[in-house]
């Protein structure tokens, strides 16, 4: 019996080796297929140039994956390669017009969004046409929209605004009837990251600073859409929406079009007979219809420059967690090795820090902080791109550059730290459960999660965010040539929107990526027109290369099945948030204790959901029965 089991386990061992083999030469053998089917430069063929933004727009895209059968995550477009291909294609005479199809849009941050639309502005003030079509425009969209040409809207649509801000979620009264003790250490009247798990409700410093941020950021956006449309009448949408609505008979669409908001009504087959007309008809199977360059297939046959001297970048994009991490997620010690990598290998004359983080754990930023300081080390200039956010841990980093660029509508600061632990001992009274045991000092057995803190521990973390924080001045100090007390006064852990930031010396200038790159060239006493970015990242999976191909191969480019009404594209971005909430609640419980991160950031660009975040809402909702 013996020799027949090791026989059958030997037979079923080479079996599962078989398979595995024949899985892998099948995916090589696709992966292969994939990749030498990609267009080249010539490929590109004369017509309109797609703008298909179906996801949200980022700094870093998280890497694809295959699903399933699952429920497909959200798409992420990357913000530099947007703006390259819209550069591109101002100047290329094959591209006849520019396509904004907005009907799956999810938004961006604010100065993510910005960018974009400027880059549009620059292709509508050349003379090409940029036409853009959608069900109903979200904020977000319209801010893109607003620079195009002609304005298309499905006549059962409409357009809606919904300005800046909302509600969030606090678990005071769910962590009560827990009986969970959260335990908060932090620095910083206006840190209100923690609010959420030891109050019901937003503190007045935590709105006094909230009315601000979204007040400038909402002024922005008024300002920019009345000069790229001056004709718009949004303040009406935007401050008595319902007074617009019923004066139109409750139609939307014609109430928009009144209002100067959009140009035409029409749905999507008369949009494409409008762009058939502009740059011809292309036959095959099917009807006919306009000639269409895709996003994708334009954006492979324009390749990143590579001449010249090499200008290092380095991305900090996502949250900052201790150890390593995919891109998306900015892992301390997978950045610190991009830098030190790029600083030994790739000949660099100056390094760029582009920070698009809202923070996170404190003992990974400065990981990533003494990386960086390795360049100014080897006499290399210094400078920092904020993205759309570089707040708190992302501020962090940026202490360790000569020069700091940001946006206007950047959201920065946050200076500040905290720590959590929650403990259980009430909850496991509830059942029945306490805890007890002998300890030979005062921290042992600390932190006790099941027995509580006691007031040994509850000084030491104190004394100990209270020196973070002394250090996070005193770096901030140092490297905007102000006094301790001054940045102080600034700190406390409140955000700003990048304009005052520039006014409390906390910016230099305001500036894109390119920006920030061109003046590391200057600062490296170099030609910026003879020097390229070479962006220090890591280099993509043959796995997710597959996965990303396979997604891009099965893309139906027709997507009238995506197009929403403006109230479920609505109610579709709360839902992201909520989620997004829920997960950073489960990771604030289970990441690092000690958190250098903003909470005003995540309620203001589009919510950054994990499959994991949209299963947890998922069965939270099941068990409410909704």
């Given amino acids: 019996m013996k020799l027949i089991r090791g026989a059958w386990k030997l037979l079923v061992g080479l079996k599962d080796a078989l398979v595995l083999v024949a899985m892998l030469i099948f995916f090589g053998a696709l992966y292969a297929a994939l990749s030498t089917s990609r267009p080249s430069a010539r490929a590109i063929a004369s017509g309109a140039l797609v703008l298909e933004l179906a996801g949200s727009i980022v700094e870093q895209p998280q890497e694809a994956d295959f699903n399933f059968g699952g429920t497909p995550g959200p798409a992420e477009i990357r913000l530099r390669d947007l703006v390259r291909v819209i550069n591109a294609a101002k100047d290329d005479t094959r591209v006849k017009a520019i396509v904004l199809d907005l009907d799956g849009f999810g938004g961006g941050y604010p100065a993510a969004v910005s960018e974009v639309a400027t880059a549009l502005g620059r292709v509508r003030a050349s003379g090409k046409p940029v036409l853009a079509y959608a069900t109903g425009y979200t904020d977000s969209g319209y801010r893109l929209a607003a620079n195009a040409s002609e304005i298309w809207m499905n006549p059962m649509g409409g357009t809606l605004f919904a300005g800046s801000g909302g509600s969030q979620l606090y678990y005071k009264g769910l962590i009560d009837k827990l009986g969970v003790n959260v335990h908060v250490y932090r620095v910083g009247k206006f840190k209100s990251f923690v609010e959420p798990y030891v109050r019901a409700d937003q503190s007045p410093e935590a709105r006094q600073a909230s009315q601000a941020l979204l007040g400038s950021l909402a002024t922005d956006w008024r300002d920019a859409v009345a000069s790229a ?28 079009l009144a209002a100067g908001i959009v140009d035409k009504l029409g749905d999507r087959a008369d949009f494409e007979k409008r762009l058939a007309n502009l740059v011809g008809t292309k036959s095959g199977k099917g009807a006919p219809t306009f000639n269409a360059i895709r996003y994708q297939d334009y954006l492979e046959a324009t390749p990143l420059a590579t001449n010249g001297d090499a200008i290092g970048v380095v991305t900090v ?69 904020m993205g759309s956010v570089a707040a708190s841990g992302g501020y962090w980093v940026a202490t360790a550059g000569d020069t700091i660029f940001a946006e206007p509508n950047t959201i920065t600061g946050s200076i500040g730290i905290f720590a959590v632990i929650p403990t259980f001992e009430n909850s496991l009274k509830k059942l029945g459960i306490t805890a007890d045991g002998v300890t030979t000092a005062p921290l042992g057995g600390q932190p006790d999660i099941i027995g509580g803190t ?61 920006d920030a790159v061109a003046e590391a060239a200057r600062q490296a006493k170099l030609d910026p027109a003879r020097t390229h970015a070479e962006y220090l990242e890591k280099k993509p999976s043959w796995y997710a290369k597959l996965a990303d191909d396979f997604a891009r191969r099965n893309d139906d480019t027709d997507n009238t099945d995506q197009a929403r009404d403006i109230f ?10 909520v989620a997004q909430a829920l997960g950073d609640a489960r990771r604030m419980a289970t990441g690092a204790a000690l958190q250098a991160r903003c909470l005003e950031c995540a309620g203001i660009g589009p919510a950054t959901v994990r499959a994991t975040d949209a299963r947890l809402l998922d069965l939270l909702l099941a068990r409410l029965g909704l």
């Fill in 229 to 256: 449309r001056p004709k718009a009448q949004t303040a009406k949408f935007l401050l008595s929406p319902a007074a617009s609505v019923t004066a139109a008979g409750g139609d939307i669409a014609k109430a928009n």
């Fill in 317 to 385: 994009a996502g949250d900052i967690i201790d150890g390593k991490a995919d891109p998306g997620t900015a892992g301390g010690d997978t950045i610190a090795g991009l830098v030190r990598d790029g600083l030994a290998k790739k000949s660099l004359k100056a390094l760029v820090v582009r920070v698009d983080s809202p923070g996170g754990s404190a003992l990974a930023s400065e990981t990533i902080r003494r990386a960086v300081l390795e360049a100014k080390a080897q006499k290399l200039p210094v400078v920092i791109s």
């Fill in 454 to 514: 006691n007031a040994e521990l509850d000084t030491v973390l104190q004394a100990g965010i209270d020196n973070g924080y002394r250090q996070f001045i005193a770096r901030v100090a140092a490297a905007r040539k102000m006094s301790p007390e001054r940045v102080n006064e600034i700190a406390q852990g409140r955000v700003w929107d990048g304009g005052t930031a520039r006014q409390l010396g906390l910016v230099d200038r305001f500036g894109t990526l390119s």
């Fill in 568 to 577: 479920s594209m609505l109610t579709a971005g709360r839902r992201a948030l």
